[in-house]
């Protein structure tokens, strides 16, 4: 369970809100019960529960499981697609490992804009499930031409693109990196000349079939992981 509080031996964090109501009211948590918790800060700790409320439970920490994780160095840059769609990205992403999520509005992005909150809860309840004890950093969307402005040369930055580029697979997965990957209608001509303008870019694709904007993402992302994911 994520609590957005620094967690250590001394500490007695309290659970509230939405996770309160969960470990209360579907979990049924009452004092005794074990919990395992992370602060994105210092990583994972056990902890029990010393006193269940209607609203709120307080917890002791018992000792520390885990430190925080280290993120491999990849950012997934993509052009928001529309909700369920969306959501999923940021779900297998944050599974997969990403250090961050980049939403990159493009000439043919259909969503106008995008509800950090709703993602910020994605990425929370992801890293929940997998056991993750590090958030990734949700950055600020921005449009593609800002994106490559301020592009860091250091950082590969990985254009998937159905309509050429040599098979990603195939390549040496460079690190650190960043994947790009377009809307439901794809990256027009003039987005393509700018990005392959950048000395940072390179052209990748992802078989003979041009897949979902969804699938796309996390198919680069796994590739990009196997080589440097762990
Ligand atoms: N119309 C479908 C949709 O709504 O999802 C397909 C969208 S596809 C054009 C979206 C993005 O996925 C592309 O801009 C590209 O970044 C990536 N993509 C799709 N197929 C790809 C392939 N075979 N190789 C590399 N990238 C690909």
């Given at each position: 369970l994520f609590v957005d509080q620094p967690l250590g031996a001394d500490t007695a964090p309290t659970v509230e809100g939405a996770a309160a109501h969960y470990l209360l009211h579907v979990m049924r948590a009452k004092p005794g019960d074990p919990l395992l918790l992370f602060d994105n800060r210092s990583g994972e700790w056990l902890a029990t529960?010393?006193?269940?409320?209607?609203?709120?439970?307080?917890?002791?920490?018992?000792?520390?499981?885990r430190a925080r994780e280290a993120v491999p160095d990849l950012w997934l840059c993509f052009a928001p697609v529309k909700k369920a769609r969306l959501d999923w990205i940021v779900e297998k992403a944050t599974e997969l490992g990403v250090a961050r999520l980049q939403p990159v509005f493009t000439e043919r992005t259909i969503v106008e804009r995008v509800k950090r909150e709703r993602i910020e809860a994605q990425i929370v309840e992801a890293c929940e499930q997998c056991g993750r004890t590090a958030l990734p950093e949700l950055a600020e969307p921005v449009k593609l031409p800002q994106l490559l402005k301020g592009w860091p040369a250091a950082r590969a930055l990985l254009f998937a693109?159905?309509?050429?580029?040599?098979?990603?697979?195939?390549?040496?997965?460079?690190?650190?990196?960043?994947?790009?990957?377009?809307?439901?209608?794809?990256?027009?001509?003039?987005?393509?000349?700018?990005?392959?303008?950048?000395?940072?870019?390179?052209?990748?694709?992802?078989?003979?079939?041009?897949?979902?904007?969804?699938?796309?993402?996390?198919?680069?992302?796994?590739?990009?992981?196997?080589?440097?994911?762990?």
């Amino acid at each position: 369970l994520f609590v957005d509080q620094p967690l250590g031996a001394d500490t007695a964090p309290t659970v509230e809100g939405a996770a309160a109501h969960y470990l209360l009211h579907v979990m049924r948590a009452k004092p005794g019960d074990p919990l395992l918790l992370f602060d994105n800060r210092s990583g994972e700790w056990l902890a029990t529960v010393t006193d269940a409320g209607k609203r709120a439970l307080t917890l002791r920490i018992e000792r520390q499981t885990r430190a925080r994780e280290a993120v491999p160095d990849l950012w997934l840059c993509f052009a928001p697609v529309k909700k369920a769609r969306l959501d999923w990205i940021v779900e297998k992403a944050t599974e997969l490992g990403v250090a961050r999520l980049q939403p990159v509005f493009t000439e043919r992005t259909i969503v106008e804009r995008v509800k950090r909150e709703r993602i910020e809860a994605q990425i929370v309840e992801a890293c929940e499930q997998c056991g993750r004890t590090a958030l990734p950093e949700l950055a600020e969307p921005v449009k593609l031409p800002q994106l490559l402005k301020g592009w860091p040369a250091a950082r590969a930055l990985l254009f998937a693109d159905e309509a050429g580029g040599a098979p990603m697979a195939g390549i040496d997965a460079p690190a650190p990196a960043a994947i790009l990957t377009g809307p439901e209608g794809g990256f027009t001509d003039r987005e393509r000349a700018a990005l392959l303008a950048v000395p940072a870019v390179r052209h990748v694709a992802l078989g003979p079939r041009i897949l979902r904007a969804e699938t796309a993402a996390i198919a680069a992302t796994a590739l990009w992981m196997a080589a440097h994911g762990d």
